[in-house]
């Protein structure tokens, strides 16, 4: 099954202990991206990746890092996550940046 | 970068009546619009797009119009069911640029 694979679902955690959020395609996408989703202010995108080891920022990338050393994989890196930082995330993958994306299904972080 | 509105941020609609949902766009370069479906709980879902060379398209029961001169597209969903009930977001994409804009969603609710 095509499908965009998001770990973990859930996750609670505290002020400055560094977290990674997997994120993993199997349909041999180009693109893809993480995005915060936050009530009233839709989907913001964090980085986003045209290819292996090509990515750049978005519009919200203050905080996090990520990496594309495979192409199915780009995890997202909370360095030393902050309260602010507790939103629901995407991860998503796409062709290229004119067709549509497949999401995963979702990690909701909280931080503490 | 391209600036994504999206109206109304809710709708109600008795099941079997139409909803429509507007979208406005700034950057002229902009020309692919995808439309999303988001369920609770679920990551958002592609149920239809449009590009810049086509004025509207039709899947069933929903379609999407898409005015360039005017930069706004609209989704229209006729013979609404409860199962419609969802967000929908609109979103902007093109080669000008290398990022996706979503827009801030819009929370339909079809009354039975």
């Known amino acids: 099954e095509a499908q965009v694979t998001q770990n973990p679902r859930y996750l609670i955690t505290v002020t400055g202990k560094k977290l990674t959020v997997t994120c993993s395609q199997n349909?041999?996408?180009?693109?893809m991206s993480w995005y915060r989703q936050d009530p009233g202010l839709g989907l913001r995108q964090i980085y986003y990746?045209?290819?292996?080891?090509?990515?750049d920022k978005g519009d919200v990338p203050e905080g996090y890092k990520v990496s594309r050393k495979e192409k199915r994989n780009f995890p997202l890196i909370l360095e030393s996550p902050s309260p602010n930082q507790t939103s629901l995330y995407f991860c998503a993958s796409a062709p290229s940046r004119v067709y549509g994306y497949t999401f995963g299904s979702g990690t909701r972080l909280t931080v503490v | 970068g391209e600036n994504v509105e999206q109206h109304p941020s809710t709708l109600s609609v008795q099941e079997g009546d139409s909803a429509v949902i507007k979208c406005t766009y700034s950057d002229s370069a902009s020309n692919y619009f995808p439309w999303y479906k988001q369920e609770l709980g679920k990551g958002p879902q592609l149920i239809i797009d449009?590009?810049?060379?086509?004025g509207e398209k039709k899947d069933q029961r929903i379609a999407v119009t898409l005015n360039k001169t005017a930069k706004h597209f609209s989704l229209h969903i006729t013979e609404t069911q409860p199962e419609d009930s969802a967000v929908y977001f609109c979103a902007a994409s093109g080669f000008a640029g290398n990022q996706f804009y979503f827009g801030t969603g819009t929370s339909l609710t079809v009354i039975p």
């Open positions: 349909m041999n996408h180009e693109y």
């Open positions: 449009i590009r810049s060379n086509v």
């Open positions: 990746s045209m290819n292996v080891e090509v990515t």
